[in-house]
């Protein structure tokens, strides 16, 4: 970085300058108080007047130059400064070490929890630059891994990134468990937190190469994964370990049954050969088991469920149609396909549906 | 951030300059041509050749310093950039949400594992900028929760931080359960990984403003923590799960009996007053318990344990006192208080004595 202090040469010459300058001045106006002569000394004084004057603009400008470098080399060092203790005091800078292809393409859909749905898998390819494959050797000798990923789809995160303590982070979250009542959110497993870390645990199917084949995920295509562990019953399962009575119930989250519309996997088999090929799937047959075992859990938002409860009160109440809850159609994006389906006021799922999103 | 780009004006500026110069030179040197005058038009040859002199300074200077700021302000944008992009692509900044407070002033004689000394005692409080008390709210009625942290003890940190890519971290790490066999790090919870993140559960004691009480911590003093998360038995607790059989030699890490010398309790009460105030325990005899429950397992690094079993087997060949690993002293820190014991060749911890540390 070059220096901004001023040297002594470029000093002595601004001075040295401005002394002629002066001295000019003087001379030619002690000319003047003296007797007339012809053009040549007019031409001469008009000449001396320019110089003057472009003399003058001149060092304006480099006065104004030398503040506009010493300013910007300023500022370069403070930028220089910030970012280095950004890093190392005040922040840990956490570099992903592989990345998740998860059979979630969105966060609607993807599970709550980790092995409720067997059939969700992933493949977590680490980055060859941090993580060599010696350095998976023994972790397919383990039935199950955990994961240390980040909530990269929070939409705070940017702010959360550039001034933890000024970003707005709720101190409580509602609970899909509590029909949206609200809980400390280190009381909960919400993705909304100081530090987006989550933490997941998956079957481990095989390792190959600088890869993992995982099962029973709850996470969503693209995630970001800082550690992988091995998961150790001895001291990860703790018997007799309690909650607090609203975690169990449960029974909130289940539905009733799901059942496909008569020609729904005829169109699934359509569309496989546009997946078939990237798809951790074997089969349509496969995919549709993957599709029951998924929505067999109600994955809809809060405020998606609350919406149709209303409804279907309101509905009771006017002594008609029960099924009101039918008119709202759902959305389940699973490796690009788009799935719709519907549930009944009773929590019954009918998978409608099933075609190719834009982008396959 | 100032324009680095010339405005037109200065352009301008500089061209005028440039032109009246050479105007200058022209009607001067003509000047020469004709016939000479008297002193007066000498003088104001000599005046006008200083200030065409002092113009070309002043312009070369006026060029430099513009090259120079122009410079300094295309690094400075370099720099801003790199600091965004590597914030918000390549890593992840975490800031810690709180500090731990352990029993366990160093590394050595950290259990291995949570739970396996019940009074290991460590007391989180967090960062009031970053975690309001509401956010605690119902985690109390957790029997257990999750700490992720930061291995901040590890030597490597500052390279790993600087350029992951580059530091140069082992593939695979020695087990102690194996005495020392490697393995390859993510089968493993070793602390050197290149995401250096630890997990770990702890007893959830109480919570008490914007501080929580655990217990049962293999957490060293000065840990930083980036999340807490409840333990849920119904994700967290995987029956059935299994691992590789080198993982369940746990024999290894136990010890026959630990003993205390005849005056260690004595000698532990005198040294009281001094940690009592800021001590997790309430009394010399339930310190005394900690130390119990933390010397029942072998807490010697592989290193030790392997040079002592040598001199062990070299003593048995040549008939000699069996008891030979009675002549190494180790040390355990806890609260800053030095304490001093032995190992018999038969795994018989021998407790002999306990000081203030220097910076008590």
Not at 143 to 151: A, D, T
């Amino acid at each position: 970085m070059a220096n901004s202090t001023e040297s002594p040469n470029s000093t002595w010459l601004t001075l040295s300058i401005t002394l002629t300058l002066a001295s000019i001045s003087a001379s030619s106006a002690v000319y003047f108080w003296g007797k007339r002569r012809d053009g040549d000394f007019d031409q001469k004084q008009l000449i001396i007047n320019e110089l003057e004057k472009s003399l003058k603009e001149s060092l304006k400008k480099c006065a104004a130059e030398r503040q506009g470098r010493i300013r910007a080399q300023q500022d370069l060092r403070k930028a220089m400064l910030q970012s280095k203790s950004d890093k190392l005091e005040t922040t840990y800078p956490m570099a992903p070490i592989g990345i998740i292809r998860s059979c979630f393409s969105t966060r609607n859909g993807t599970p709550r929890q980790p092995l409720i749905v067997p059939l969700a898998r992933a493949r977590l390819t680490f980055d060859a630059a941090l993580v060599p494959p010696a350095s998976l050797e023994g972790l397919e000798e383990y039935s199950h891994c955990w994961i240390i990923y980040v909530f990269h789809l929070n939409t705070d995160l940017d702010k959360l990134w550039k001034d933890p303590s000024r970003s707005k982070l709720k101190a409580k979250v509602r609970v899909p468990r509590l029909k949206g009542e609200k809980m400390g959110l280190f009381a909960t497993r919400s993705p909304h937190r100081p530090c987006p870390i989550g933490l997941t645990v998956a079957k481990v199917e095989s390792v190959q190469g600088n890869s993992i084949l995982l099962s029973g995920v709850d996470l969503v295509d693209g995630t970001p994964v800082l550690d992988v562990k091995p998961y150790l019953p001895y001291c990860d399962s703790i018997e007799g370990a309690t909650v607090p009575h609203w975690v169990k119930m449960d029974d909130l989250l289940t539905v009733a049954s799901v059942d496909f519309s008569d020609d729904f996997l005829a169109t699934l088999t359509n569309c496989w050969p546009a997946i078939d090929k990237k798809s951790l799937y074997t089969s349509p047959e496969e995919f549709q088991t993957l599709i029951k075992q998924v929505l067999s859990w109600d994955i809809r938002s809060v405020s998606q469920r609350t919406q149709v409860e209303e409804n279907c009160e309101k509905t009771n109440n006017e002594q008609d149609n029960p099924d009101e809850g039918r008119d709202v159609i759902y959305h389940l994006n699973l490796e690009g396909l788009d799935v719709t389906y519907r549930i009944t006021s009773k929590s019954n799922v009918l998978v409608e549906n099933v075609s190719l999103q834009n982008n396959n």
